[in-house]
C-alpha cells in the first residue's frame, strides 16, 4: 500500500472516529514531513505498554490527532504489523509540571479494528474512561497548594512569583476573572493574575470582590501554605505599587 494511500486511510478513519465519540472532537493530521511536530508528539504518548512497544521498533511516520474541546488529546497511528487497523493512545497534556505525573498511572493505548464505529464503543468504554480518570489526577496533582473553589466560594491563592492563582467551580466566576484580566491555563484549568504590576493586582482583587459577590459567590485570598487571608478580595491588604520584576522558576 503506497504512502498517500496509507495517509488518506489514517486520516479518513480519524474524522469517522472522532465524529463517534462522546462530546465534541475534532481531528488533525500530521504527516511524514511534520518531523518537529511528529517527535514532540512522540515525546507526549501516554503509553508504556503497546503502543509504546510499537514506537520502540517503528519511531512516528504519520499520526491523526483527535482533540477534546477541553484540551484532551488522543493520537491515531499505524500499526506496522500484518493485522488492519490502528493503534490509539492518550497525549499527555504539556502544560503540567513532571510531579504532577507521579504515581498516576498511565492510561495504556489499545488497538482498534478496522471499522472507526465499533472502535468509538471501545474507545469510549476503555481508553476515554482510564484517560479521564488520569487527566482528572493530574490535573488535580497541579493544583499543588490551591485549594480547589466551591460554587459559591472562590479561593485565590497568592503563588510564590507573585501571581494569583484560582480554580474556580462556576462558569459566572470564571466569566468575572476573565473579564479582570485572569488568564485559563486550557490544561489544567487554574486561572492566573500576573504580578508584574502590583498596584493594577490590587485594583483586581477589589474590583471583583463587589462583582462575585453580586452574583452569591463568596471569596477568600490564602497563601500556599493555608494562611487565610481576609475573606473578601475587596479587604486586600495594600501592596506597594509598581512593576516587579518575575522570579525565574525552574523545574
Known amino acids: 500500500m ?22 465534541s472532537w475534532t481531528s488533525s493530521h500530521l504527516p511524514a514531513d511534520a518531523k518537529d511536530d511528529l517527535a514532540e508528539l512522540a515525546d507526549r504518548i501516554w503509553d508504556l505498554d503497546l503502543v509504546a512497544a510499537s514506537l520502540a521498533e517503528h519511531p512516528l511516520q504519520q499520526a491523526a490527532i483527535l482533540s477534546r474541546q477541553d484540551g484532551a488529546q488522543l493520537v491515531l497511528l499505524d500499526r506496522n ?3 488492519d487497523g490502528f493503534l490509539i493512545a492518550a497525549v ?20 482498534l479494528a478496522d471499522d472507526p464505529f465499533l472502535s468509538a464503543e471501545q474507545v469510549t468504554g476503555d481508553l476515554l474512561a482510564r484517560y479521564d480518570a488520569a487527566l482528572a489526577q493530574v490535573r488535580h496533582n497541579a493544583l499543588g497548594g490551591i485549594q480547589p473553589s466551591q460554587p459559591d466560594r472562590v479561593v485565590l491563592t ?6 494569583i492563582a484560582t480554580a474556580p467551580a462556576d462558569d459566572r466566576a470564571s466569566a468575572v476573572l476573565m473579564a479582570h484580566g485572569f488568564v485559563q491555563d486550557p490544561q489544567s484549568g487554574i486561572y492566573r493574575l500576573g504580578g508584574d504590576d502590583t498596584q493594577a493586582q490590587a485594583r483586581v482583587l477589589c474590583e471583583i470582590g463587589p462583582r462575585l459577590d453580586a452574583l452569591g459567590i ?5 497563601h500556599p501554605a493555608g494562611r487565610t487571608a ?22
Open 230 to 251: 481576609p475573606t473578601t478580595a475587596a479587604s486586600v491588604p495594600h501592596v506597594p505599587a509598581g512593576p516587579r520584576t518575575p522570579t525565574t522558576r525552574s523545574r
Open 158 to 163: 497568592w503563588q510564590p512569583d507573585g501571581s
Open 92 to 111: 499527555a497534556p504539556h502544560a503540567l509540571p513532571d510531579e504532577a505525573f507521579r504515581g498516576v498511572p498511565e492510561p495504556n493505548g489499545i488497538a
Open 2 to 23: 503506497d504512502d498517500h494511500h496509507t495517509s488518506e486511510r489514517l486520516a479518513s478513519y480519524a474524522d469517522v472516529l472522532a465524529g463517534e465519540l462522546p462530546d
Open 218 to 222: 463568596g471569596t477568600a485570598l490564602q
Open 81 to 83: 504489523d500484518e493485522r
